[in-house]
């Protein structure tokens, strides 16, 4: 079984930025679909990005398209997810996952959650 963790999210002014990091053990998420969710109070967990286990394919959700960039660290082997002009409704807990594949539609199959990092953008 795969287990997933997420670092790196806090509190940050609107406009600012935050990295948040995906890590796995006791496998590495090398050649893994990775994808990455959130869930605001009073809603639905939603999907936000992903990335393809080989081909770099990545997808994001409309709302945080031109914001946020995922992208793999090899040397550390986790699977990053750069947030860069947070607004307000971006607050949410966020989720990394292992994916059966990351496609182009929102709507992506998992195999491990994340216990999930808060991500609060208030001023």
């Known amino acids: 079984q795969l287990q997933l963790m997420e670092s790196g999210g806090g509190l940050v002014q609107p406009g600012g930025s935050l990295r948040l990091s995906c890590a796995a053990s006791?496998?590495?998420?090398?050649?893994?679909?990775v994808g990455w969710f959130r869930q605001a109070p009073g809603k639905d967990r939603e999907e936000v990005s992903c990335?393809?286990?080989?081909?770099?394919?990545?997808n994001y959700a409309d709302s945080v398209k031109g914001r946020f960039t995922i992208s793999r660290d090899s040397a550390k082997s986790t699977v990053d997810l750069q947030m860069d002009s947070l607004k307000p409704e971006d607050t949410a807990v966020y989720y990394c996952?292992?994916?059966?594949?990351?496609?182009?539609?929102?709507?992506?199959?998992?195999?491990?959650w994340g216990q999930g990092t808060q991500v609060t953008v208030s001023s």
């Open positions: 990335i393809s286990g080989s081909t770099g394919f990545a």
């Open positions: 996952a292992s994916l059966m594949e990351c496609t182009d539609v929102l709507h992506w199959s998992v195999n491990f």
């Open positions: 006791p496998l590495t998420l090398d050649y893994h679909p």
